[in-house]
């Protein structure tokens, strides 16, 4: 899964033209090493090389239009958003798809153009795949081949591969799929994300841990399977890239909901502590009922303790996933931290924010994997330093680092 299980993109209604640039050299090598500090521009943007790259413009969907922030706020993602949709969708080459006059099914529409223009871009970084090369990686993964003749079916074929793994994110992005975890791990192959998060993270690592060594198996039966899918993973990365470099943006603000029971219980201590804090300083005066018996704190409701002691924000270092999904909308994000698993509900959900640089983000609804309804980004995973609370609704000028330094040694970090 990617955010959510939506495999539908977006809703949009596009009001701006844009311009489609496409490359020469297409032949683009990226050599990535992370390592070193975390700073504000981050390890990942510190370290990134490239090399016979002819153009600047990438090889997939290019926005022409500037944002005038260098940082993409939050809120100002769905503009972005919104702008490219219209370019995407008033394009000559989808006429075949602007003929449907049901506007109900605009946002449909909408999502097969765009998810079309995606696979294009990222086939067009995949040049340096031979004939045979592809033919045997579709074989590894039960792909047809291509009946055409020359060239014409080695890029059919080419479109088969890129199309079948950006529906497999849609669908899920990790779990018992082993295409999916195929992807993390050529992810974690080519940008070197030894310290990404393995899938022994996962509940139920009994299960997936046989999944993960199939995908291991695979890849390493089939060395033309793991060199298409790093061409696969390297033209998506290279398309972002000039995405952002085409608008001006060089950090992007990003949210995640997700469940994690260890940090939701020390965020819950921490608010608890706030509470504590506050009543021995007589900051707030309790009018509760001594015959109630409700188990938050004394004669505190729940609705009360809500409304006298605001959600704070705690720094944390998260290990994610090679891959990991997250939103340019805070509420988007919101929504994924619940859960209606065994464990129950949003006892165990937690949201995290974090200013990153664009190297670290992999692809875009417009450059690769991500849903474009959620308005994702998918970023390369190891450690993260975030902003973390109990719902978006945490206030940062709570911030539990200062209210208790005492409990502060250093950011704690999270598998």
Known sequence: ???????????????????????????????????????????????????????????????????????????????????????????????????????????????????????????????????????????????????????????????????????????????????????????????????????????????????????????KATPQLEKVLTAFVKAQYANTQAYFASKGITEVVVSRGMNHPELAEDLKDYRFGHFGRMTDNEEIELQGDPERNDDIVGNITEEEFDKFVPEGVLTVSMKMRPLSSFSVNRFVADGFRTSDGSQGSKDIGVFLSAKIPVARIFSTPFTGVGCLKEEEFVVLGGQLDAKASRSSAGDEDFDYDIMFPSKKEEIKSYG
Do not use: C
């Open 1 to 219: 899964m990617v955010l959510g299980s939506e495999s539908v993109l977006f809703d949009f209604s596009p009001n701006e033209i844009g311009a489609q640039v496409a490359v020469d050299n297409l032949d683009v090598f990226l050599k990535a090493s992370f390592g070193g500090n975390r700073s504000e521009a981050g390890r990942y943007a510190a370290n990134v090389r490239w090399q016979n790259q002819a153009s600047e413009k990438g090889t997939g969907f290019i926005s022409p239009n500037k944002m005038k922030d260098p940082l993409l706020r939050q809120g100002l993602g769905h503009g972005m958003f919104l702008n490219d949709v219209l370019f995407l969708s008033q394009q000559d080459s989808n006429a075949d798809l602007m003929s449907n006059d049901n506007w109900d099914d605009r946002d449909i529409r909408d999502a097969k153009v765009a998810k079309r223009e995606v696979v294009k871009g990222i086939v067009a970084g995949m040049q340096n795949i031979t004939q045979k090369e592809i033919e045997n990686a579709n074989d590894a993964l039960g792909l047809p081949r291509s009946n055409l003749p020359n060239d014409f079916g080695r890029q059919e074929m080419l479109n088969t591969f890129a199309q079948h793994f950006v529906d497999q994110w849609a669908n899920t992005s990790n779990d018992h799929e082993t295409d999916s975890l195929m992807v993390q791990e050529v992810v974690k192959r080519v940008f070197n994300l030894e310290d990404s998060a393995t899938v022994d993270t996962f509940e139920n690592f009994s299960d997936i841990k046989a999944v993960q060594k199939d995908a291991e198996d695979k890849l």
